[in-house]
Structures are given as C-alpha cells and as structure tokens.
C-alpha cells in the first residue's frame, strides 16, 4: 500500500465562504448518517492528510483549543478534527470532519490541476469524491470550515494516489483465415514496446491455434496497454517458394514458404481505469479486450500482415489492481 505523504501546516488558506445565519453552540461530533467517514467497500486507506496539532508539551491535539474552554468558540479556535483520504482506483474520496458545524470546503491540487467540492452548511462530517486524478501521483489537499458566525478554520497536508498495476493473461488465437491450412504456427508476444521469444505454438483445432498460457505482468502502467501478439505460419510442403527464380512469396529465413501477420490491442481502445459496474471491488478487477490485426487498428505500433491470408485474433482478459 501507497503511504500518505503528509506535509507540515505551512500557511493558512484564504477561501471565501457565506455564513450561515445563527448563534453557535458547543457541540460533540457526530458523523451524519450516511456521511461515509469510513472505509468503504473494496477501497484502500491512504492515510491522514491533516497532520494533527500539537500543543507545547507536545500532546496531540484534535483542535488545538484547551480542553472544555473549546466549547462555544466553533471554529474560531481550529474545529477541524480530521481528513483522511481513501483510494479508490487512481482516484480518491477525502473524508473531513469537524467539531463545530460548518461548511466545509476540499480543494485538491498539483502543478496544472485544481478542483474544489463543497459541503451544504452545517455539516461535521464531509464526503467528497475526486474522480479525474491519476495514479501514483502526489496531490496536496487543502480544508476549511466556516461555521455559522463566520469563523473560519483551516488546516493542509496532501496525499499520493496508489499505483495501477496490470496482468495480462491469453492462450488462443481465433483464426479466421490461414494460407497452409493446418502447419505448424510460430508465436511471439509483444507487450509495452518489448518483445518476447519466438515459440512454436500449439496445433490448430477447430479454428483456434493454443498459445499456452501467457501471463504478462506489469506495475505501475500506463492507463492503456501496448499489448500485441505477432503470429507466422510455415509452409512445411514443397511448393514454388523453393524454386528459382524467385517469386513473391514471402521467405524468413526457415527454408519454407511463410506468413506473419501481427495483431494488436487498439492504441487507447482498453481502459484500464473503465472499471465495470458489476465489479465489487474499486482497486481489483477484471475487464476484456480483443486484439486484432493492424488493417483494423489505428496506429498500430508495429507494421506487419497488410494484405496477408492469415487473419486472426486473440481474445485477453486483463486485472487491472491498485496498490
């Protein structure tokens, strides 16, 4: 798990807020029903994100204030009591409380980004969800609460949203049409600009050439993958490739007649952030892509296959987990 990167309270934050009318009273915090100020489901704790205050002797404080002479003064006297954030996906829902009503206000920011969420009035706990942020990246947080006479408390700190890692796993090629039939098929995989191993594949049945199980692993990915799998069929017959003069017919070096064609994961077609409705869990989850020839991809990475009789497929199912 990701730690929170928590900050010292270096300054103070001027945000404008209209008070809501009424004299304040002491009050205990209570969460509100519904307020969410745990953990939920499937969602992975960053930490606190509002360091807490201390008094002289070094004892911590939730207020900063001297025992019960907290009491009427609100948030003149800092009433802001906690901020935790919670990772969900490469996003977060930050959680405030405080010990005085209020109204409470969230901004989230780094270099080029910026995003404010506002409670109703009179709140002591605060839910808010920040669903355009990415991942593994460091997010400072800034909170005030302004109670119904207008004072104003502030507190700050930041947090790091966790990191996507991805597994990749197939074991087929769906082949829609192949030049020699049955032969013998080469595979070779593909995956975040770096190839693997030529391996000679399973036989074909029934329209589906085996691959045996491929499992690419990948930590701290990119939101899309590079995924490809390049497949070459040999000509085991004595046919005119062997023959002089030469005629076109591609020749690769195995003596025999063959054709490669390679098949891709569209640039930008899989998500890896798109996680389903179905799915429980917001940090580990599985979705599905297809990859297909280049004559069906817009910029595909590799060239390879225009044109060419063998024409396949391949079938993925990707987990996609935040840590």
Same mark, same amino acid.
């Given at each position: 798990? %990701? ?12 945000? /404008? +807020?209209?008070? +809501? ?40 404080? @939730? ?17 802001? *009591?906690?901020? /935790? ?7 977060? %829902?930050?959680?405030? *409380? ?6 409470? %206000? ?36 800034? #909170? ?6 207008? &004072? ?13 890692? /991805? ?33 000679? *594949? ?5 329209? #589906?050439? &085996?691959?045996?199980?491929? +499992? ?36 690769? @070096? ?70």
């Amino acid at each position: 798990m %990701r730690k929170l990167l928590i900050t010292a309270l270096l300054f103070a934050i001027a945000l /404008v +807020a209209a008070p +809501a009318a009424g004299a304040q009273t002491a009050y205990a915090p209570t969460p509100q029903p519904g307020a969410g100020t745990g953990p939920r489901a499937g969602e992975i704790a960053l930490g606190s994100f509002v360091a807490p205050t201390r008094t002289r002797g070094g004892t911590a404080s @939730g207020h900063g204030a001297a025992g019960s002479f907290k009491a009427g003064e609100g948030c003149s006297i800092q009433c802001i *009591t906690s901020g /935790v954030a919670y990772g969900r996906g490469p996003d977060a %829902r930050l959680v405030v *409380t405080t010990d005085s009503p209020a109204t409470i %206000r969230i901004v989230v920011s780094r270099a080029g980004y910026y995003q404010m969420i506002v409670s109703d009035p009179g709140k002591t706990s605060f839910s808010a969800d920040f669903n355009d942020l990415d991942a593994d990246t460091h997010y400072d947080a800034f #909170v005030s609460a302004v109670d119904g006479n207008g &004072h104003m408390a502030n507190r700050s700190g930041s947090f790091t949203t966790l990191e996507r890692n /991805v597994h990749v796993v197939f074991n087929e090629a769906d082949i829609h049409e192949a030049p020699y039939g049955g032969d013998p098929f080469f595979g070779q995989t593909w995956f975040e600009g770096e190839g693997g191993e030529s391996y000679a *594949t399973g036989d074909l049945e029934d329209g #589906v050439v &085996h691959l045996g199980a491929q +499992a690419l692993h990948e930590d701290d990915t990119d939101r899309y993958l590079s995924v490809g799998f390049e497949l070459t069929q040999l000509d085991n017959s004595v046919d005119l490739c062997e023959a002089e003069p030469d005629f076109d017919e591609p020749e690769v @070096g195995y003596g025999n007649c063959s054709y490669s064609t390679t098949a891709w994961l569209a640039n930008g077609e899989l998500d890896l952030d798109d996680r389903p409705d179905w799915a429980t869990d917001v940090n580990d989850y599985w979705i599905s892509g297809t990859m297909l020839l280049p004559n069906d991809v817009d910029d595909a990475p590799l060239p390879g296959g225009f044109g060419s009789p063998l024409n396949f497929s391949v079938p993925l199912a990707v987990r996609v987990t935040f840590t």
